[in-house]
């Protein structure tokens, strides 16, 4: 707004790909029908997993919270549509192991009866941890791939001021129009939810940055800040780059500023947020809806009519797939997400989640199909393209060797999966296979050595354990023995059992003595006392007699 | 019910803090390299390695008595890393000890428990949960996997199954083993 043209930046690496986004680009979102059926996972964001609310059998209504969150990073999660709780059970989701997971599945009515509002305000009423936390209790997680809790980005904490909010509109991946679509019919919403973020986060400006091949999603944008005028907003046009996309690269290409390595983006002053997670957020406090549906492309040759669509969150996607039409003949592999960083998915009842941008059914020959890996003949061109300037060869080298030591001192968790290099491999090496191999491996020793620490202070508590029983057990002996000496005075004690049973009878035989003695402190008593004393004396003399026991010591 | 709670929670609590301090008080000093050779063992404490659990295993390691390739639990990796600690060639696991498996856990059939407490008596972790004539269970997030308490067993209940693999800890595959799987 009347500010000099933004000066951009460049980050290491980056490949131009065929972008095939007309594909899906060409038309308006549709709404897709609400389906029978919805399968909600209880994780479907980053962190611990929701924890169930409701009931088999019980009516939920669209929007009402069915599961709660759990820990600090987590988010609850909310009925899609109303109806009935059908079952809570183990449900195929969308993860590359192709594994199962709790899910709470509904039966839909048809009718869409929505919960009372709880979560509508004007937003410029509340104070940052009230819209962080109405935030949070919408379910709200970043709706651009990785799927972390927004509220968590919101809280950069007092210590690091936030300049700079960015809102992400790159949308580099191909095939991918989701965030096109929206930024081009709802600019309004991405402004009104991205002013919502800024005043979350104190942020002196909000910069949207689009890639300049979406010229529609650019002018809706620039249209949308002059209406609302709103100040301190900028839409900026960046070159169409894979992965521009990526966070840090982003950061790099507005600001000039580099995240430093297992760095956030706070720490260069700038949170990053999608324009999907704007808008749902601008839904919360617009029209009180926590987040129970989203916009996804569905594209690729294999299925009919590719497009986007505005699905609830639970859709099974076979369903999504009929309502594009359904599969052409040359559908053959179905991806969540996009060619470059999504990963395949074995069976179309799996449900969409928060998370899921795309849904691509790819025909024969239309994604480059594994080819056998030849050796690295360490041509560097992985060097080049890396975005994140590692060495993608030397990463290789030792995954390949499982040295995950060596794969983390050359910075394996910098490594943001995109997926330029394997793309650049003249040998066809799965690059980023080894390298997703190395990281949930290492994460796996690091849980085992946990669980080591734990076995070795239990075992080790066990010895002490086990040690005291025995000290306990010889100190025992050793009173005995010691009564015994005592007892005899210096008399050999041969047979112990002997001497136990004389060592009794010895206490039994004092026992009787001191029984037939004078109680002490008797001296200097007054006449009253001694008369009290002879008084009692002579009460238990009569009563021993009387029930004629151990008389004559008495 | 809220009183169960509660004297559960304190029983936590005091077992908590016992713990805590058996870990200052009985902390065993000892030799230094033998500390970092036991941190790397996996604290399976089966005895697979010929030792009475890991700690006596990495004594015999610093004392030069025993090799490094007698571990199976902790398998290839467990191997390198001793290697890379002591500056050692790195050989394969000795089978003699074994080989590394799959980590599982012990499972006891609670119908057939006849709550001898034998195997009670076994668990180097004190992972089992009983008492005499009562039926056993194991804490399954204790249980090391070591199978000691399998042999035990009088009327045979215990079961060593594969640990629940979720989600969350679920690993990809090394591209190498799925290529020689394909094959
Ligand atoms: S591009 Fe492939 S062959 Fe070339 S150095 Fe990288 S890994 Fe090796
Ligand atoms: S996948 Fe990782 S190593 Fe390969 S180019 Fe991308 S960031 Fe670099
Ligand atoms: S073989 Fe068993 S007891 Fe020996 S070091 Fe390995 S885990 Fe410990």
């Known amino acids: ?554 | 019910m809220l009183t169960a709670i509660l004297a559960l929670g304190i029983l936590a609590a005091l077992f908590g803090l016992l713990l805590g301090y058996t870990a200052i008080r009985f902390r065993v000093e000892g030799d230094p390299v033998a500390n970092q050779i036991n941190a790397i063992l996996p604290q399976t404490q089966c005895g697979q390695c010929g030792f009475a659990g890991c700690r006596p295993y990495a004594e015999a390691i610093a004392a030069g008595e025993a090799e490094i390739n007698q571990c199976p639990p902790g398998g290839e990796a467990g191997i390198r890393a001793l290697a890379d600690l002591l500056g050692r060639d790195f050989k394969p696991l000795n089978e003699e000890h074994g080989e590394h498996k799959e980590k599982m856990i012990a499972v006891i059939d609670e119908q057939v428990c006849i709550g001898c407490t034998l195997c009670i008596q076994a668990c180097p972790v004190d992972a089992i949960l009983g008492a005499a004539k009562h039926m056993h269970t194991v804490i399954e997030a204790e249980c090391t996997g070591c199978e000691l308490c399998v042999p035990p067993c009088p009327v045979d209940c215990i079961d060593m199954v594969p640990l629940h693999q979720d989600v969350s800890t679920w690993k990809w595959p090394s591209p190498d083993e799925v290529a020689t799987a394909r094959k």
């Open chain 1, 1 to 554: 707004m009347g500010k000099a043209p933004h000066h951009l930046h460049r980050f290491h690496g980056g490949l131009h790909l065929p972008a095939n986004k007309t594909l899906s680009s060409g038309s308006p979102i549709r709404a897709l029908p609400i389906p029978a059926r919805l399968v909600i996972p209880l994780s479907q964001h980053i962190g611990t997993a929701a924890d169930v609310m409701v009931k088999v059998g019980e009516p939920v209504l669209r929007g009402q919270m069915i599961a709660r969150a759990q820990g600090y990073v987590s988010v609850p999660i909310h009925a899609s549509s109303s109806g009935t709780v059908v079952d809570i059970t183990d449900h195929l989701i969308p993860h590359p192991s192709g594994l199962s997971a709790p899910c709470i599945i509904i039966e839909t009515d048809g009718k869409d009866t929505a919960v009372d509002d709880t979560l509508s305000a004007d937003h410029t009423q509340l104070d940052p941890s009230e819209l962080r936390n109405r935030i949070r209790q919408a379910g709200i997680v970043g709706l651009g791939g990785a799927g972390f809790p927004s509220f968590i980005k919101l809280n950069p904490g007092t210590n690091r001021p936030i300049a700079t909010l960015l809102i992400n509109g790159a949308e580099c991946e191909p095939y991918i129009s989701c965030d096109d679509r929206l930024m081009r019919e709802r600019a309004a919403d991405v402004i009104g939810g991205a002013a919502i973020l800024k005043h979350a986060l104190n942020a002196t400006e909000c910069v949207i940055a689009v890639e300049d091949n979406k010229p529609e999603a650019i002018q809706a944008l620039r249209d949308a800040i002059a209406q609302r005028s709103v100040s301190d907003f900028a839409v900026v046009v960046i070159p169409t780059l894979y992965p521009t996309g990526g966070e840090k690269q982003l950061i790099q290409v507005v600001t000039g500023r580099e995240v430093p390595s297992q760095g956030l983006p706070a720490d260069v002053g700038v949170i990053c947020h999608n324009p999907g997670t704007a808008a749902a957020v601008h839904r919360v406090f617009a029209l009180g809806e926590p987040l129970i549906s989203r916009i996804i492309t569905v594209t690729g040759t294999g299925v009919r009519e590719p497009g986007n669509v505005e699905v609830r969150v639970g859709t099974p996607m076979a369903d999504v797939i009929a309502a594009c039409g359904g599969y052409t003949d040359r559908a053959q592999r179905l991806l969540m997400g996009g060619p470059m960083m999504g990963f395949a998915v074995g069976n179309d009842a799996t449900p969409v989640i928060k998370t899921t941008n795309c849904l691509l059914v790819a025909g024969g020959n239309e994604l480059p199909l594994p080819q056998a890996p030849l050796p690295c003949i360490r041509c560097g061109a992985c060097v080049d393209v890396c975005p994140a300037k590692l060495l993608p060869q030397q990463l290789y080298w030792y995954a390949h060797a499982k040295d995950f030591d060596k794969v983390q001192d050359y910075s394996l968790f910098d490594c943001i999966e995109c997926g330029c290099c394997a793309y650049v491999c003249p040998s066809h090496l799965p690059l980023v296979q080894y390298y997703r191999f190395a990281k949930t491996e290492i994460w796996n020793q690091e849980r085992e050595r946990e669980k080591a620490d734990i076995a070795r202070q239990r075992h080790e508590y066990r010895l002490f354990r086990l040690e005291r029983e025995k000290d306990e057990r010889a100190a025992r002996l050793q009173q005995k023995q010691a009564a015994l000496k005592t007892a005899k005075g210096e008399t050999t004690a041969e047979d112990p059992k002997k001497a136990a049973i004389q060592a009794a009878l010895e206490r039994a035989k004092a026992k009787k003595a001191s029984a037939g003695v004078m109680p002490k402190n008797t001296d200097n008593l007054t006449e009253a006392q001694q008369q009290a004393i002879t008084n009692a004396d002579e009460r238990r003399r009569n009563r021993d007699s009387s029930t004629a026991t151990r008389s004559e010591d008495a």
